[in-house]
């Protein structure tokens, strides 16, 4: 079993910046993504941003491009979304999951989740 969890979000002003954190720990072998989801209030959840636990490469939707970091740390099963630049339309309830096949922007391709985490955007 895996268990994900994320930390970090909170209220700030547009032009702000967040930081957060997600921990897997379990059964984590054989993962070989982390990615970033959110969903809005009467949205359908969307890919923000992944990593290759491998490799390091990361992927983006395009409009946090810019203004949007994931990374990791491989010894702690840790990944971070670093979010600067933050707008109102970034409101939402942010989501780690971790990955172990298909396309990396795909949520089926993830099998477990966290909570998630409500980041919000003042103007």
């Known amino acids: 079993q895996v268990h994900v969890a994320e930390s970090g979000g909170g209220l700030v002003q547009a032009g702000g910046s967040l930081r957060l954190s997600c921990a897997a720990s379990?059964?984590?072998?054989?993962?070989?993504?982390m990615g970033w989801f959110r969903q809005a209030p009467g949205k359908e959840r969307e890919f923000v941003a992944a990593?290759?636990?491998?490799?390091?490469?990361?992927y983006y939707l395009d409009s946090v491009k810019g203004r949007f970091t994931i990374s990791r740390d491989n010894n702690k099963n840790t990944v971070f979304l670093q979010m600067n630049s933050l707008k109102p339309e970034d409101t939402a309830v942010y989501y780690c999951?971790?990955?172990?096949?298909?396309?990396?922007?795909?949520?089926?391709?993830?099998?477990?989740w966290g909570q998630g985490t409500q980041v919000t955007v003042s103007s």
């Open positions: 379990g059964r984590t072998f054989g993962s070989y993504a």
């Open positions: 999951a971790q990955g172990s096949s298909g396309p990396i922007t795909i949520a089926t391709s993830y099998d477990y």
């Open positions: 990593i290759r636990w491998s490799s390091g490469s990361t």
